[in-house]
């Protein structure tokens, strides 16, 4: 579950028009691989591309724990990435798993969230380089409130007052 996060050379642009000015090019992200899992009778949990997660708390071992994500619940203090990709998982009437996909998270570095122009207080624009936090809205970014929240990612994108949701471009920041 361990990638590589030496920098060997950041690109400006991409000077030999090979794609090396990317955001996957020398480490600009982490990527982890992790597993959705829905717990619970009859259960699903679905998550898309974009949407921030936390682990899965409810699994049944400590090694599945660290190994599995759920959509982040609204206000959550327990965010460690964002969905590269979407997965479905589900449960049957028995609480066994019968789908359970591999999706990748970015647990640091750039990634396109999904944000809305809000925070704690209402609706507030946000600025690029201004500090996101968990929204009220399960699996969303919004502007971080000092005293209120906790900072998980920096906006690198203007989202208006008010916004709905909306995919931006964000830099999510190491949780452990």
């Not at 969905?83 to 019968?98: K, P, Q, W």
């Amino acid at each position: 579950m361990a990638t590589n996060r030496l920098i060997q050379k950041l690109f400006r642009f991409d000077e030999s028009s090979v794609g090396e000015d990317s955001v996957t090019a020398s480490d600009r992200r982490q990527v982890e691989r992790f597993r959705v899992l829905a717990t619970g009778a009859a259960a699903t949990e679905t998550i898309v591309a974009g949407n921030t997660v936390e682990f899965q708390y409810a699994a049944a071992s400590n090694g599945e724990i660290a190994s599995s994500v759920k959509l982040s619940v609204a206000d959550s203090e327990g965010i460690i990435g964002v969905a590269l990709e979407g997965g479905v998982s589900t449960t049957d009437a028995g609480s066994n798993v019968t789908d359970a996909p591999y999706i990748d998270v970015v647990i640091s570095g750039i990634v396109e969230a999904k944000v809305t122009g809000t925070n704690a207080g209402g609706n507030t624009a946000i600025a690029a380089g201004e500090y996101l936090a968990a929204s009220g809205n399960v699996g969303e970014f919004y502007k971080h409130t000092p005293g209120t929240d906790h900072p998980v990612a920096i906006c690198c994108e203007t989202v208006l007052n008010a916004a709905a949701v909306a995919d931006v471009t964000v830099i999510m920041l190491s949780q452990f």
